[in-house]
């Protein structure tokens, strides 16, 4: 298990973050800012077929609506989902292969706001 908590450094607009776990059952965790704004979830499951490990980040925030006016609360999330067969893949090559997906996105030619931008 990873340490508890977890911190993780600032990144502009974002303020660094301490993620608590506030629920874990032996196949992943649910993590919390002391804000309650962001959530981490870990999942991880072992198949006949292989592994699955799943990561989301999710912030909840206070947003008008544009069109009534009004407050509502509104979320948003990111989330990785990695499967792995049984066999073929050692440990560098399954870390090499999210790598691969996350050095795509920080890419200059693609970039996250690319991506968010509906480039493809």
Known sequence: MLPDPVSIAAHAPTAALVMRVIKSDGYGTERRDDAGLFTIVTNHDKTKSGDRHYLKVSEVKDAT??????????TASVS??????????????QAALVAVLTDYLADAEVTVAGFLNFQS
């Open 80 to 93: 990785i989902s990695v499967s792995i067969p049984s066999f073929g893949w050692t440990a560098a090559q």
């Open 65 to 74: 609506d544009p069109y009534t006016g009004t407050t509502k609360k509104q």
